[in-house]
């Protein structure tokens, strides 16, 4: 009899191993979130107390005027637009103008994206115009540099590798400091209007 | 005769001692895809879609700020409002807010620091552009808007 019970293999029985880790595999399905860091980015004017307050002129040819009502109804250039993706090839050709057509912009450096919502106007709207705007000009970036869109992204994504630190100046044209390609768009204050 | 007996008693079972390392191998990759929540988001956040997506490179220089309808309508109203960390703040207390944040980094990297915004879509510009000049105020001007990723055609 004691013969017998030496002969059987002794295992430990792992059957409910699979139930401890079920467990602790639903303990951090529950309390985690896939982090979401992406977005569209975007750089704030300094604080208006600390400037100055300068009245510049700025050529009627150079803006390029997108209104949206809190209806979310758009105004680009002073006409009603419906189809929003339509901004991204409007604002390409104001950018390239480079003063070939009098209504459009005198050259990238000059040309202004104002961009005006009301109060009233919905976070999903505003989201939609600005992501065409900044399609247009990361479209434009790509193109000067010979990359994909998505590729000009990545590598704006990452400064600290110098090569892409070296296409990013030359997408954005950085010459002396200065950039000839500017990403201009002037966020303007809301209107109070409403309506 | 007791001997064939025990032969044919095959085994009927299936092996199950690989089950807990697929299930091990599941739980790693959420340990290591996910990070643990820190605040209670008490707003409603339906993240609107867009196609120009960036990512945020230094995590540590990122604080966040909720915007939208809070959840329990029938103690805080229908009005979107703003959450920083667990408590809703006034457009007016951003600045403060910001302060504190900022106190956390080290002292060369504060004027790097990145405000993400997660806002509802049905949230209305007024209150963001309030949020926006206060950030403005603070010297805190690198902004993300978190968006998903639309599907592209």
Redesign the interface.
Known sequence: MARNKQRDNPEINSSSMADIAFLLLIFFLVTTTIANDRGLSLLLPPDPDTMEQMDIKIPERNIFKIQVNSADKLLVEGEPLTDVAAIKSMIKEFVLNNGRNPELSDTPKDAIVSFKTDRGTSQEMFIEVLDQVQGAYYDMYAERVGVTNKQWRDIANDLSDPENKRLYDKGRGLKDGKVEFPMNISIAEPSKIGG | MSKFKKKANTKQEIP??A??DI??M??FF??V?????EVTINVKQR???????????R?SL?SYLY?GEPKKTSQWGSEPRIQANDVFIEPKDVVLWVNQEKDKLDEVERDQITI?MK????????L??DV??Q???A?A??????????MEE
């Open positions: 199950t001692s089950l807990p299930i091990f599941l739980l959420f340990m895809t996910t990070v643990l929540r993240i609107p879609d867009a196609t120009q997506l960036r990512k945020l490179q995590k990122v915007i993400a806002v509802d879509k049905e949230a209305k510009r007024g963001v552009s926006e000049f950030l403005r105020k010297n001007r690198k902004l993300l808007y978190t968006t998903l990723q639309e």
